[in-house]
């Protein structure tokens, strides 16, 4: 129930292409989805975020579509671009407890060819 | 930079030996929470302080031990290391476990345990 199950494990795009990364999760308690982008080397850098009473979240080529009732959601990144090259992790925070701890998916590596 | 700091940056040690990490939250956050990377286990919650107290534990081992301080910032400390310990482990901080509020992390640690 606390698991987040997060696909493709890796994805390829050309430039200019659409990136799209697809989690699930069961816990119907969770309350916040952040989606983190990691370079090699460094931490985990928030990208965007949603709550689940809002289906769709755009942030300039960063969008978050949301579906509440199939317990899904997924990262779509438009125009991709070389440096977007990353690995990409959904999370979501929240269940038993109110303690804020995020439980994250599997990460996706993307790479964007030039 | 997302201004939360941790040191050090690498750390290689033996094991059986006891090693401490050290995390600075950004400035007016007051929760804390430490999360371990591995190749096989992806990001994993460990521990979370909240103004001092611990407010939720994750996968941590009996080994493992943290505190934060009244200055708020925290020390994540790792005993009688094994090599199955060698991992990245991040901080991140955040203004309260709830609500609208991000987890921002660090730079992280690299732990080598040979």
């Known amino acids: 129930q606390q698991q987040v199950k997060q696909s493709p494990q890796s994805l390829i795009v050309q430039k200019g292409g659409i990136s799209i990364i697809n989690c699930a999760y069961e816990n119907t308690a969770f309350d916040y989805f952040p989606w983190y982008q990691q370079f090699p080397g460094k931490g985990p850098a928030l990208l965007i975020a949603?709550?689940?009473?809002?289906s769709e979240k755009k942030e300039g080529r960063f969008t978050i579509s949301f579906n509440k009732s199939a317990k899904q959601f997924s990262l779509h990144i438009m125009d991709s671009q070389p440096g977007d090259s990353a690995t990409y992790f959904c999370a979501a925070r929240g269940g038993s407890g109110n303690t804020g701890k995020l439980i994250f998916g599997q990460g996706t590596t993307l790479q964007v060819k030039p | 930079d997302s201004g939360v700091t941790q040191t050090p940056k690498h750390l290689i040690t033996a094991t059986g030996q006891r090693v401490t990490l050290r995390c600075s939250p950004r400035s007016g956050d007051l929760s804390v929470y430490w999360y371990q990377q591995s190749l096989d286990q992806g990001l994993q919650f460990l521990i979370q302080?909240?103004?001092?107290?611990?407010?939720a534990k994750g996968n941590i081992l009996e080994r493992f031990s943290a505190q934060q301080f009244p200055d708020l910032h925290s020390e994540l400390n790792l005993s009688s290391l094994e090599l199955g310990d060698s991992a990245l482990y991040f901080c991140?901080?955040?203004?309260?476990?709830?609500?609208?509020?991000?987890?921002?992390f660090g730079p992280g640690t690299r732990l080598t345990v040979t």
């Open positions: 991140a901080s955040s203004v309260a476990p709830t609500g609208n509020y991000e987890q921002y």
């Open positions: 302080y909240y103004n001092g107290e611990e407010r």
């Open positions: 949603i709550r689940p009473d809002v």
